[in-house]
């Protein structure tokens, strides 16, 4: 058991004893061996636990690292760079890479307003989806009118 941003969470390994990925809520930040991420979305807090080395590096879709820590029972950090497949890599004191990891970064645009423009968006949304399924190039007009 950890204690972080002042929240309690019970770090656990999976079998194998790899490290695990999980997103991280600081308000209910309990693990289980079954919380494991494989897809995350930009600017998410995702963690790392049971990392054994001295340095965790996380690179974006390009390749490009975003972010490096130092070894903790448990690492969090915030998802970014560009979408695709995110690498962790652990090393070892030596520079040598010892583990390593990867998760799927996407994002989609949601608005929520708790109104009309929820809705309006969620079916301008579908009819996009629609056109794009069927192949069309055309993009769906809707008229708007304000009430």
Known sequence: MCLINGAFIT????PSGKPVL???NSSSAVLSKTDSVL???PLETVAIAGSRGATIRI?????????SLAVKPVNT???S??????TVKIYDANKKVIDSMFFTVDAQTNI???GAYKEFVQDYYGKLQLAKASGSSA???TSVRAQ
């Open 22 to 24: 999980f997103s991280y």
């Open 139 to 141: 993009t769906p007009i």
């Open 11 to 14: 770090v656990a390994q999976k």
């Open 77 to 79: 950090f915030l998802v």
């Open 59 to 67: 690179a974006d879709g390009k390749g490009k690292e975003y972010i």
């Open 112 to 114: 929520d307003d708790h």
């Open 81 to 86: 760079g560009a979408l695709g497949k995110h």
């Open 39 to 41: 897809s995350a979305h």
